[in-house]
């Protein structure tokens, strides 16, 4: 079964850290994409993070660089995002996703055309 389960999320004062886990069942995630997205109710998901695995770049929304990172242990086949500064324009629910080969970025914005697999999402609550 492909199957990808997230974990990590919770409740958080404004400054504060989470790492949110992407953990993959069922295949491998070497020469795959991994795209973290976010979405809140009434709004567009939006694609704030990816890792392409075959070279270990990454791609941040403006608004998470220097805040976020993400990264993946081949070993046990998991992508990270460390998620630091948080403040409560970070609520929302967070879900990772594979894509085939590459992190599908057009002017500047990570797509989500291509994200075959996702994740069932994980909560992340940032309190003021």
């Known amino acids: 079964q492909v199957q990808l389960v997230e974990s990590g999320g919770g409740l958080v004062q404004s400054g504060g850290s989470l790492r949110l886990s992407c953990a993959a069942s069922?295949?491998?995630?070497?020469?795959?994409?991994i795209g973290w997205f976010r979405q809140t109710p009434g709004k567009e998901r939006e694609g704030i993070s990816c890792i392409k695995t075959s070279d270990s770049s990454t791609y941040y929304k403006d608004s998470v660089k220097g805040r976020f990172a993400v990264s993946w242990d081949r070993v046990l086949n998991t992508v990270y995002l460390q998620m630091n500064n948080l403040n409560p324009e970070d609520t929302a629910l967070y879900y990772c996703?594979?894509?085939?080969?590459?992190?599908?970025?057009?002017?500047?914005?990570?797509?989500?055309?291509?994200?075959?697999?996702w994740g069932q999402g994980t909560q992340v609550t940032v309190s003021s």
């Open positions: 069922g295949f491998s995630l070497n020469y795959y994409a």
């Open positions: 996703a594979t894509d085939p080969d590459r992190c599908p970025v057009v002017d500047g914005t990570l797509e989500d055309v291509d994200f075959g697999t």
